[in-house]
């Protein structure tokens, strides 16, 4: 009976180590003291192409988001001049003061490069976003540099980004519990959050990413 029971804990860390990597291994846990907020499907806003149908370049099949999007699409508006995306916009919890937390599990398809998968949107000029996490041959990096995790491709993390806005104005992002970069904050009238694929220089022409268990927190007091 030992035995069996042995091997069936076993069998649980192993799958759990597939899923979630953190969680069965260590790293801590950056959602402690904070609030997890309410969202479901109406909180997300698809971008994509403005020419091609929803479903030409996103689903969502058992809770996990799937987008895509090739180099030759055209933008997300008939007015915008900015490169092929498709991304989740999370409405309705736009934020300019506070501190705030993004978490997901992450998916990046191997071939994918030259694309932007999260963002916290929200600048002073002349940039537009205080973070944007870049995957460039399999690895992920702050905008071009510096480098936070080696090889991305074909496997589920957990990514957690801190926004400070208040006191620190600071961004800090964590890649299965482990805090991988912080960064100082660009102050702005708004920020929210996107995910998805947003291609930059060097795209691939074929762009994925895949998202699950999505949260939005807030710093409690």
Known sequence: MGSFAGLALFILKLSLLILYPSDAWGGIDPTEGFISLPLNQSNFVIQRPYD?????RYSCINGVHKLWVYSTDKPHSLISHTNPRTEIRIQGYDYSSGVWQFEAYGYVRSGTSGVCIMQVFGSTAPHATTLMLRVYD?????????????????RWFR??????????????????????????GRQA?????????????????YMESRWKDIKVLKKCG
Not at 159 to 184: R, T
Not at 189 to 205: C, L, M, P
């Open 52 to 56: 091609v149908p929803e479903d030409q």
């Open 138 to 154: 399999g690895t992920l990096s702050y905008y071009r540099s510096p480098l936070l995790v080696d090889d991305i491709y074909d």
């Open 159 to 184: 990514l957690n980004v801190i926004h400070d806005v208040d006191d620190a104005e600071i961004v800090k992002v964590y890649i299965n519990g482990v805090l991988k970069f912080e960064a100082p």
């Open 189 to 205: 009238s708004s920020h929210y959050f996107k995910i998805g694929v947003y291609a930059q220089n060097n795209d691939s022409h």
